[in-house]
């Protein structure tokens, strides 16, 4: 056989080897094809409904372990109850491959099969009516409006659960002041305190409304973090009992709130400028877009109102924008006698809680039946403070009494948000003296109006002081601080004259030294 005889048979035995190949990849993709179909078939067939909300997330309504769940599409436990479905029905295994394609499958199929319905997470609101997961055994909601609260066996809504969601006790009203147990287990300085915790967690049973977030400041040992557990036990109490501990940030939040209707950040160091924007976000309600779970581009929108609580955070007042969004309660030092173990606190709450979870819920109902009644003016958070308002006569609170402290409150936080601000501080100084030499109005450039105030300074609180502005930042920190300088009677304009910027701060009359 010469040369080219053998490179002829050599090629027509490799051509074979190619030909046997593509037959019997051509089968193994078949059978492929085949078994993701099977499967999309199986699981088209034993899902109840498929749902895509407006947030483009698909979830299905599945039977798992004798209860029905609604579940992400594009999640695990989906992923795991088809997997299972397939092995159970089918008696063999499902490839990554198979179970991939099957996925897509379905998931193209869901959003043309699905309904466009809503999803909620713990709490739901609408058309008048307050629905509350008690995460039972039951599948019990709780639905609140303004002729009371009774307990539903049926949810009228489409709840989703996670696996640290933690079951709510059936209410038991029997006095509207029984809200006033809760004293026995947290600790606090005043009766004011606790009266505003308790207005923080009413306002938690309305999702839809803005509302403040929650700072419990106070050294260490003074049970802050017994608070925060105790606060959230209400509204989205957590199996581990454990508290968020990472710092706020453009990554972490996004998915904090897509798993918790609460979130409760515990021994917070300090927050970022960034940080402060994102709870402003979360307090009065936007959304952000966050990649889809298994994708690289696909966006799912995610809603960030949600109820905040911080502690161990004593530089919020740093950040002004946060300051009128926030309640602040400082919790006392206990003392040696005061101290208890969790276990004993926990066994005495349990038998209060649900009297304490009645009395509120019933405090909420009043507040829908009165929407409305209360007129007052608050400088924010008006929805906040006049549904609070609307909700007193359920709390045994005087007439006026609620604006009253929660006027107070307020101030408290614009105080302490001023006093740590040295350019803050050193600017109400300088208009408060104009105002007493009848003087109430200052006129320069953002490099005069620094030098004027830095005049009033030591070099440490001005040049030494890393949060103290460059005259390119002056006009941002007077737009920041404006709600606080506005407790002051204290305005600010900026106005083009002689082809210089001018800014142009007012003081009201009669406003100095408050």
Known sequence: MDEEEVVSLLRAVDSKKKEVGSVAGSEETGGRVAKAKKAK???????????????????????????????????????SWLIYLYEYTEFSMLADGDIRTA?????????????????????????????LDLCNPKRQVLEIDADGFRVLDESPVLFRRTDDMAEIPIPIFEDKRDYMRLGKYLNFDKLEDLNMI???????????????????TGEAGSGKSMNTRLTRKFVDPAKQKALLKKEIDMKELPLAAANQYLMAFDNLSGISKEGSDLLCVVSTGGVMTARKLYTNSDEEIVDLKKTVILNGIDDISKRQDLVSRTIFVDTPKLKDHEKKTEDEIWQAFDKDYPYILGSLVNAVSCGLKNKGNDKSAYARMMDFGRFIADCSSALDWEEGYWQTIYTDNQQSGVEQSIESDPFAAALVEMMEQSANDKIYMWQGTASELLKALADRLSHEDTIYNTGWPKYNQAKGRLRRISPSLASKGITWIERKSNGKRLIEIFIKQGTQGN
């Open 103 to 131: 996925l897509s499958s379905i998931e193209s199929a869901a959003y043309f099969r699905g309904k466009h319905e809503e999803v909620y997470l713990r709490i739901a609101e609408t058309d008048g009516k307050i629905y």
């Open 41 to 79: 078939m199986l699981a088209m067939n034993n899902v109840k409904d498929f749902y895509y909300t407006s947030g483009n997330v698909v979830y299905a309504k599945v039977k798992i372990n004798g209860n029905t769940e609604i579940v992400r599409t594009d999640s695990k436990l989906f992923k």
């Open 198 to 216: 308790v207005a923080f967690i009413l306002a938690s049973f309305r999702p839809n409304m803005p509302k403040p977030i929650l700072n419990l």
